[in-house]
């Protein structure tokens, strides 16, 4: 079982609308989930980190947490063209090195 | 901001070539990482680094050396490059007790 996993996508919705990004991890002592954008031909960008479970928010922008379940998501209000890129998931994996362990990625693509 | 820059957008090199790969950040960062990232994979580590002359061994570090002879710079190495060595290569450092991850700009190398 992959330690990080997502779905590939393509995620399809109309601007406006709500996306849901979702993620799983195998790792039950994980502590630190982030979520990354990344453009096409660009390299990621950090867009959430999420510590504690519950939600966290940051504009438009929300990330969940919930570590009974294992899983992780993001969800995106008010989606726009621009949003459109692939969302990695990424879980901390070594805190003594920080060494981050990523999902493959879910596209997301957002129609005007 | 953090700036981590990788000194080569794109490298195109012959089979059997030594190749290096340069990463600086300007942040006086301890911890610096190489992932390569290929389609379906995702991002994998190959090799990172906590200090000055200390490494250690990622998840794929075979064909691969490091060197970070100064804390700014962590060079990432190809013995003897082969065409499954073709990918994008990516830096990122991170201070301690931060975990949010800066990425280079990413090099796309092709091995021919």
């Not at chain 1, 399809?12 to 990004?21: D, N």
């Not at chain 1, 009974?68 to 998501?73: E, F, L, W």
């Not at chain 2, 301690?96 to 800066?102: E, V």
Request: charged share 25%; with cysteine.
């Amino acid at each position: 079982q992959k330690e990080v996993e997502q779905n590939s996508g393509p995620l399809s919705v109309p601007e406006g609308a709500i996306a849901s990004l979702n993620c799983t991890y195998s790792d039950r002592v994980s502590q630190s989930f982030f979520w990354y954008r990344q453009y096409s031909g660009k390299s990621p960008e950090l867009i959430m980190s999420i510590y504690s479970n519950g939600d966290k928010e940051d504009g438009r922008f929300t990330a969940q947490l919930n570590k009974a379940s294992q899983y992780v998501s993001l969800l995106i209000r008010d989606s726009q063209p621009s949003d459109s890129a692939t969302y990695l998931c990424a879980v901390i994996q070594d805190t003594g090195f920080q060494k981050l362990v990523f999902g493959t990625g879910t596209r997301l693509l957002v129609s005007p | 901001d953090v700036k981590v820059t990788q000194s080569s957008r794109y490298l195109v090199k012959r089979t059997g070539e030594k190749v290096f790969l340069e990463c600086v950040q300007d942040m006086d960062h301890e911890n610096m990482f190489w992932y390569r990232q290929d389609p379906g994979l995702g991002l994998r580590l190959i090799y990172f680094s906590y200090d000055v002359k200390m490494k250690e061994k990622g998840d794929i570090p075979e064909g691969y050396s490091v060197s970070r002879e100064k804390k700014e710079r962590f060079s990432l190495i190809l013995e003897s490059a082969s065409t499954n060595q073709t990918s994008m290569y990516l830096c990122a450092s991170i201070s301690r007790g931060n975990y949010g991850y800066t990425f280079g700009s990413g090099t796309r190398l092709t091995v021919v």
